[in-house]
């Protein structure tokens, strides 16, 4: 599997999302640390349990590597399904189970990897910039320090579910046989699990979560059930 994965990294030329990821990052830093001066204001209110810069940090990090995890299985996949290169992929002599779950891994790692590098570079730069800007200390960080383990577990778990529950985005555009659905219905998770509408939001909404999750696993489990005896279409 892990030689599968390495492939498909050379074949789809995945160098050029580490670029984009790269360019996203330094997107998301320059608009925090242009409005930490109004976030620092409000610093004592928490949203989510986290402050207004923390909170701000997530979001837009988790918007921008749902999308691109949607994008890159739209790539990948969908786009294969629709220009008929997936036949050339399944004449190989290896299953095409393991072919469609070496993709879809590679997608999951690289955003994983991605989001949660992303989350920490930004922190990281904030602390560093914070005597400049005039961010008060545990504005950012959770009691200013990065001792709390906490901290990262919240980091690695929130990171593991946004780039997970952007697989329901795959059911969408395979049965519609469609990047463009896929893409849109990405879309619409990342306002639901990102977005509210007055005091009415879903974020950290535990059933919601295990619900997307849920429906997620059967995106995947639809994806590579019978593929074996599937025709490609």
Same mark, same amino acid.
């Given at each position: 599997?892990?030689?599968?994965?390495?492939?498909?990294?050379?074949?789809?030329?995945?160098?050029?999302?580490?670029?984009?990821?790269?360019?996203?990052? !330094?997107?998301?830093?320059?608009?925090?640390?242009?409005?930490? %001066?109004?976030?620092?204001? !409000?610093?004592? =209110?928490?949203?989510?349990?986290?402050?207004?810069?923390?909170?701000?940090?997530?979001?837009?990090?988790?918007?921008?590597?749902? #999308?691109?995890?949607?994008?890159?299985?739209?790539?990948?996949?969908?786009?294969?399904?629709?220009?008929?290169?997936?036949?050339?992929? +399944?004449?190989?002599?290896? @299953? @095409?189970q393991k072919?469609?779950?070496?993709?879809?891994?590679?997608?999951?790692? +690289?955003?994983?990897?991605?989001?949660?590098?992303?989350?920490?570079? =930004?922190?990281?730069?904030?602390?560093l910039v914070?005597? #400049?800007?005039?961010?008060?200390? %545990?504005? !950012?960080?959770?009691?200013?320090?990065?001792?709390?383990?906490?901290?990262?577990?919240?980091?690695?778990?929130?990171?593991?579910?946004? !780039?997970?529950?952007?697989?329901?985005?795959?059911?969408?555009?395979? @049965?519609m046989k469609?990047?463009?659905?896929?893409?849109?219905?990405?879309?619409?998770?990342?306002? #639901?699990?990102?977005?509210?509408?007055?005091?009415?939001?879903?974020?950290?909404?535990?059933?919601?979560?295990? %619900?997307? =999750?849920?429906?997620?696993?059967?995106?995947? +489990?639809?994806? =590579?059930?019978?593929?074996?005896? @599937?025709?490609?279409?």
């Amino acid at each position: 599997m892990w030689k599968l994965m390495k492939l498909e990294w050379k074949k789809n030329n995945m160098k050029k999302y580490v670029g984009k990821a790269a360019v996203v990052t !330094v997107i998301i830093f320059l608009m925090i640390f242009a409005t930490s %001066g109004e976030l620092n204001e !409000v610093e004592t =209110v928490e949203i989510y349990g986290k402050s207004m810069i923390g909170a701000g940090v997530d979001m837009f990090a988790n918007m921008a590597f749902m #999308l691109c995890t949607a994008a890159m299985l739209s790539s990948l996949i969908i786009s294969a399904y629709q220009n008929k290169t997936m036949n050339l992929m +399944f004449s190989y002599p290896i @299953r @095409r189970q393991k072919i469609l779950l070496s993709q879809m891994l590679v997608v999951w790692l +690289f955003n994983f990897c991605a989001l949660v590098l992303c989350k920490l570079l =930004v922190y990281g730069g904030l602390v560093l910039v914070s005597p #400049l800007a005039h961010i008060a200390a %545990g504005a !950012v960080l959770p009691g200013g320090t990065w001792t709390d383990m906490s901290f990262y577990i919240n980091m690695l778990v929130n990171s593991a579910i946004m !780039v997970s529950v952007s697989y329901t985005a795959l059911l969408v555009g395979m @049965r519609m046989k469609s990047s463009k659905a896929a893409i849109v219905a990405a879309c619409i998770v990342m306002l #639901l699990t990102q977005g509210n509408i007055g005091s009415f939001t879903l974020i950290y909404n535990i059933p919601f979560y295990t %619900g997307l =999750v849920v429906l997620s696993a059967i995106s995947v +489990f639809s994806c =590579v059930h019978g593929v074996e005896t @599937r025709d490609v279409v």
